[in-house]
């Protein structure tokens, strides 16, 4: 007895540190599960569609084209064990009263590049609907609660595999355990509703088995761990097909048994049977009744008919890429892929796992000379495992050229390689290189909510003293305004094409909806052309009409990508309204004293043109006036016809004020003027008071001559003048003679 009490004590020390793991996971986790609006998971909204398909007593749902019928869309070919058990939950709490309703965001992703939070919501959220949490918000959070279960899970089958393969090293099981329990992105799926990482958990269970089969010595038990590995592998096929990948590996890790004389030949085969027989007896009826139904035994078909689903080769992207995508969000990409940290982040990790590689050449080279090679039976594991690695890869390659799909979750089968050959990997470098490994995952998993999700589903705080200004307001017609803008400030009042340009919007809510009204960022040029847009709900999609409380005032940080063909550089108008987008109808605008609208621009951006005259040097000195560099003109003109001319200008100092630009047709005999066209340069969309020191314009104007003007030979002079005072400025200039033809 004094023995044992001695001994218990010492395993629940040696135990601590493996459950503060497990404590800090959950913790993380259940934060990530907090912050994280509901459906904001990767196809979250479908998962629990079909959580609540099963709670409701409706069966297995349709498969096939039927599938896209249903709120399951493609999910309705998933196997349905993390499913079934959701379902239990839910049946005990109801999924109504209220029901958790899932609205999606119209305006998910903004289309503009992604280095800035912005409609990264795939749903609209009602902040009040899930308080009390009740009905079916309380379902939901149950279901993200049995991800995290099952995320502990993952973590105990990856250190039951290290513990087996390093026993005699406790550093090496902690240390997987520890950079897959603090992995932000293992972290995250775990916490929200998914069936990747149950799918994971099994995967990694069923490792655990089959390690334990492969260290130890033959006995009577190998039939019940070969069978237990394969009901546990069928377990994580009901749950997610993917996980059955590793049934292969496994089988040629127990025909090693038998070519390595540690089993014989006939105890080798018999333990493969066992696992198929143990995944077949689990999974064989899901994929049987799959391919009578509709002729997909795994279940894969829906896939065929999502927005998703390539059907031209020729837009696929190139292995490189989709590669490069599938490892950046192995580390981190939250929501729907959107919200990432920094480029840099994703540098480190590479540095990382080419770290990890160098340590595997170091290892293999020092396992060939003899040096420390860990027992057979390890190193089959090992071997099994990185074959394990090479098939889920394989698979995800064929997937990612049957539908856009790179995921770095999809590897999730193989995480029980991947972290226990970086653990491996940095120690062949340096006992110490691992703690880099772990402080960089753990810091990351800390700085996560911080930096990344609460910015990214944060609604613009609520202001209380936001100044008068505008004081526009937006409404239905004959009703009562329901919104009123108080101020519209572009970052920037000068812009490239191809740039995408902030503007922040400050709003005033008059009134209360229940419906959806959308911000409208539009840049107007010449003729009312569209050169860009930006339609999004207010509060970049988390202030949506809907959640408006009348009297409250907030402002928007809208994003507008300018197209890189604008041209050419003028001073383009900027435009914002609220519109209907059930009737694509504009709310009507009024000013403060209640007058409407005709338009609604609020301010004007010079846009720079692309390549073309735009910013040339012109060595003008300091003058302030824009001087002509040359002209293009026809000499021949007739009357009644519009005669088009082009000026370039060249701009040596700032002209400070708007100009206007006299055009007159002059009889060189007396000096009268017979006909003239004057203006601002190209037709006031581009005053002078913008022009930049350095830069040439180009003004292609038209000079409509009269249908009275007598023929003969004229002189064409041009000049500036100030339109406010009169006042002429410079000299005029002699454009050439005009002959008007009879």
Same mark, same amino acid.
């Given at each position: 007895?004094?023995?044992?009490?001695?001994?218990?004590?010492?395993?629940?020390?040696?135990?601590?540190?493996?459950?503060?793991?497990?404590?800090?996971?959950?913790?993380?986790?259940?934060?990530?599960?907090?912050?994280?609006?509901?459906?904001?998971?990767?196809?979250?909204?479908?998962?629990?569609?079909?959580?609540?398909?099963?709670?409701?007593?409706?069966?297995?749902?349709?498969?096939?084209?039927?599938?896209?019928?249903?709120?399951?869309?493609?999910?309705?070919?998933?196997?349905?064990?993390?499913?079934?058990?959701?379902?239990?939950?839910?049946?005990?709490?109801?999924?109504?009263?209220?029901?958790?309703?899932?609205?999606?965001?119209?305006?998910?992703?903004?289309?503009?590049?992604?280095?800035?939070?912005?409609?990264?919501?795939?749903?609209?959220?009602?902040?009040?609907?899930?308080?009390?949490?009740?009905?079916?918000?309380?379902?939901?959070?149950?279901?993200?609660?049995?991800?995290?279960?099952?995320?502990?899970?993952?973590?105990?089958?990856?250190?039951?595999?290290?513990?087996?393969?390093?026993?005699?090293?406790?550093?090496?099981?902690?240390?997987?355990?520890?950079?897959?329990?603090?992995?932000?992105?293992?972290?995250?799926?775990?916490?929200?509703?998914?069936?990747?990482?149950?799918?994971?958990?099994?995967?990694?269970?069923?490792?655990?088995?089959?390690?334990?089969?492969?260290?130890?010595?033959?006995?009577?038990?190998?039939?019940?761990?070969?069978?237990?590995?394969?009901?546990?592998?069928?377990?994580?096929?009901?749950?997610?097909?993917?996980?059955?990948?590793?049934?292969?590996?496994?089988?040629?890790?127990?025909?090693?048994?038998?070519?390595?004389?540690?089993?014989?030949?006939?105890?080798?085969?018999?333990?493969?049977?066992?696992?198929?027989?143990?995944?077949?007896?689990?999974?064989?009826?899901?994929?049987?009744?799959?391919?009578?139904?509709?002729?997909?035994?795994?279940?894969?078909?829906?896939?065929?008919?999502?927005?998703?689903?390539?059907?031209?080769?020729?837009?696929?992207?190139?292995?490189?890429?989709?590669?490069?995508?599938?490892?950046?969000?192995?580390?981190?990409?939250?929501?729907?892929?959107?919200?990432?940290?920094?480029?840099?982040?994703?540098?480190?990790?590479?540095?990382?796992?080419?770290?990890?590689?160098?340590?595997?050449?170091?290892?293999?080279?020092?396992?060939?000379?003899?040096?420390?090679?860990?027992?057979?039976?390890?190193?089959?594991?090992?071997?099994?495992?990185?074959?394990?690695?090479?098939?889920?890869?394989?698979?995800?390659?064929?997937?990612?050229?049957?539908?856009?799909?790179?995921?770095?979750?999809?590897?999730?089968? $193989?995480?029980?390689?991947? /972290? %226990?050959? *970086?653990? #491996?990997? !940095? +120690? &062949? @470098?340096?006992?110490?290189?691992?703690?880099?490994?772990?402080?960089?995952?753990?810091?990351?998993?800390?700085?996560?909510?911080?930096?990344?999700?609460?910015?990214?589903?944060?609604?613009?705080?609520?202001?209380?003293?936001?100044?008068?200004?505008?004081?526009?307001?937006?409404?239905?017609?004959?009703?009562?305004?329901?919104?009123?803008?108080?101020?519209?400030?572009?970052?920037?009042?000068? $812009?490239?094409?191809?740039? /995408? %340009?902030? *503007?922040? #919007?400050? !709003? +005033? &809510? @008059?009134?209360?909806?229940?419906?959806?009204?959308?911000?409208?960022?539009?840049?107007?040029?010449?003729?009312?052309?569209?050169?860009?847009?930006?339609?999004?709900?207010?509060?970049?999609?988390?202030?949506?009409?809907?959640?408006?409380?009348?009297?409250?005032?907030?402002?928007?940080?809208?994003?507008?990508?300018?197209?890189?063909?604008?041209?050419?550089?003028?001073?383009?108008?900027?435009?914002?309204?609220?519109?209907?987008?059930?009737?694509?109808?504009?709310?009507?605008?009024?000013?403060?004293?209640?007058?409407?609208?005709?338009?609604?621009?609020?301010?004007?951006?010079?846009?720079?043109?692309?390549?073309?005259?735009?910013?040339?040097?012109?060595?003008?000195?300091?003058?302030?006036?824009?001087?002509?560099?040359?002209?293009?003109?026809?000499?021949?003109?007739?009357?009644?016809?519009?005669?088009?001319?082009?000026?370039?200008?060249?701009?040596?100092?700032?002209?400070?004020?708007?100009?206007?630009?006299?055009?007159?047709?002059?009889?060189?005999?007396?000096?009268?003027?017979?006909?003239?066209?004057?203006?601002?340069?190209?037709?006031?969309?581009?005053?002078?008071?913008?022009?930049?020191?350095?830069?040439?314009?180009?003004?292609?104007?038209?000079?409509?001559?009269?249908?009275?003007?007598?023929?003969?030979?004229?002189?064409?002079?041009?000049?500036?003048?100030?339109?406010?005072?009169?006042?002429?400025?410079?000299?005029?200039?002699?454009?050439?003679?005009?002959?008007?033809?009879?």
């Amino acid at each position: 007895m004094a023995t044992h009490g001695g001994e218990s004590p010492e395993r629940v020390r040696g135990a601590l540190p493996l459950i503060a793991i497990l404590a800090g996971f959950l913790a993380l986790g259940g934060l990530y599960a907090r912050l994280i609006p509901p459906f904001e998971g990767p196809d979250e909204a479908q998962h629990f569609a079909y959580v609540v398909w099963l709670a409701e007593g409706r069966g297995l749902p349709p498969r096939g084209a039927d599938s896209w019928q249903t709120p399951l869309q493609q999910e309705a070919g998933q196997p349905p064990l993390y499913y079934a058990l959701a379902a239990l939950l839910a049946r005990l709490v109801g999924v109504d009263e209220p029901p958790a309703v899932y609205r999606e965001n119209p305006y998910f992703p903004a289309p503009h590049p992604r280095d800035v939070f912005d409609n990264d919501n795939r749903a609209i959220h009602d902040t009040d609907a899930a308080r009390p949490l009740r009905g079916g918000w309380l379902a939901f959070y149950l279901t993200r609660g049995l991800s995290l279960l099952f995320g502990l899970g993952l973590i105990l089958g990856i250190y039951g595999v290290a513990r087996q393969l390093f026993a005699d090293t406790p550093a090496i099981p902690l240390g997987a355990a520890f950079l897959v329990a603090f992995s932000p992105q293992v972290i995250y799926v775990s916490s929200m509703v998914s069936n990747d990482v149950p799918a994971a958990a099994f995967s990694a269970l069923a490792l655990a088995l089959f390690a334990r089969l492969m260290t130890s010595k033959p006995g009577a038990r190998d039939g019940r761990l070969a069978f237990a590995a394969g009901a546990v592998l069928g377990l994580g096929g009901m749950t997610k097909v993917s996980s059955l990948l590793l049934i292969g590996p496994l089988a040629l890790g127990l025909g090693w048994l038998g070519w390595s004389g540690r089993r014989s030949w006939r105890q080798a085969v018999g333990l493969s049977a066992l696992l198929g027989l143990g995944a077949a007896l689990v999974a064989g009826w899901w994929f049987v009744l799959g391919w009578l139904h509709d002729g997909s035994p795994a279940g894969l078909s829906p896939h065929d008919g999502a927005p998703w689903a390539i059907t031209d080769p020729a837009a696929l992207p190139s292995m490189l890429e989709r590669w490069r995508e599938v490892g950046r969000s192995f580390v981190l990409a939250l929501g729907w892929g959107t919200i990432r940290p920094a480029a840099w982040v994703y540098d480190v990790a590479l540095l990382l796992v080419a770290l990890a590689m160098a340590g595997w050449v170091v290892t293999l080279w020092r396992w060939r000379r003899g040096v420390t090679p860990p027992a057979p039976g390890a190193r089959a594991v090992l071997g099994v495992l990185a074959l394990a690695l090479v098939v889920v890869a394989l698979f995800l390659e064929v997937w990612m050229r049957r539908v856009t799909a790179p995921h770095g979750r999809l590897l999730f089968p $193989a995480l029980t390689t991947i /972290v %226990l050959g *970086a653990v #491996l990997g !940095w +120690r &062949a @470098l340096h006992p110490r290189l691992p703690l880099l490994g772990y402080t960089f995952v753990l810091l990351l998993a800390l700085l996560t909510p911080v930096l990344l999700i609460r910015p990214a589903y944060m609604p613009p705080p609520l202001q209380a003293n936001l100044p008068p200004g505008l004081g526009w307001r937006f409404g239905e017609p004959d009703a009562a305004p329901l919104a009123e803008l108080i101020s519209v400030t572009p970052a920037r009042h000068s $812009a490239a094409a191809g740039d /995408v %340009l902030p *503007a922040r #919007l400050c !709003w +005033r &809510a @008059l009134g209360e909806t229940e419906r959806e009204y959308t911000v409208f960022l539009q840049l107007i040029g010449p003729a009312n052309a569209l050169i860009a847009s930006r339609y999004t709900y207010p509060g970049q999609g988390l202030r949506p009409t809907s959640g408006w409380r009348s009297g409250e005032s907030w402002c928007d940080l809208l994003h507008i990508h300018i197209p890189e063909t604008v041209a050419p550089t003028l001073i383009y108008r900027l435009e914002v309204g609220l519109l209907d987008d059930a009737t694509d109808r504009r709310l009507a605008a009024t000013d403060a004293t209640g007058a409407t609208l005709p338009h609604t621009f609020v301010d004007g951006v010079r846009v720079v043109a692309q390549g073309g005259t735009a910013m040339e040097p012109a060595p003008l000195g300091g003058s302030v006036t824009p001087q002509l560099l040359d002209s293009s003109l026809a000499t021949d003109w007739q009357p009644g016809r519009d005669q088009p001319f082009t000026l370039r200008w060249g701009v040596g100092g700032a002209v400070g004020r708007d100009l206007q630009l006299y055009v007159h047709l002059r009889d060189p005999r007396t000096g009268q003027t017979v006909a003239q066209a004057d203006g601002a340069p190209l037709d006031g969309w581009y005053p002078t008071s913008w022009w930049e020191p350095g830069e040439v314009v180009v003004d292609e104007r038209v000079f409509p001559l009269p249908s009275d003007t007598p023929p003969g030979e004229y002189e064409l002079v041009i000049g500036w003048y100030d339109l406010v005072s009169g006042e002429r400025l410079g000299e005029s200039m002699s454009l050439g003679t005009i002959r008007v033809g009879p």
